[in-house]
């Protein structure tokens, strides 16, 4: 996903990291998945491409 915060001239991409599994197939390339308690196998971060550094990191662990 993509971001532009045009009052700060800011560009910031939202990257969302799953590992293959059967549930997911091809669903990622249509739309944002939501996990709850996605195991070990959930990393999303926001990345800011303009300040070259990263926020709001998620590593989901096993429940």
């Known amino acids: 996903m993509y971001c532009c915060d045009k009052s700060r001239k800011e560009i910031e991409v939202w990257v969302s990291c799953y590992c293959k599994e059967k549930h997911i197939k091809d669903k990622y390339k249509y739309s944002i998945i939501r996990m709850h ?9 926001k990345v800011n491409l303009t300040k070259q550094n990263y926020s709001e990191l998620n590593i989901s662990g096993n429940a």
């Open 37 to 45: 308690d996605g195991g070990n196998c959930n990393i999303n971060l």
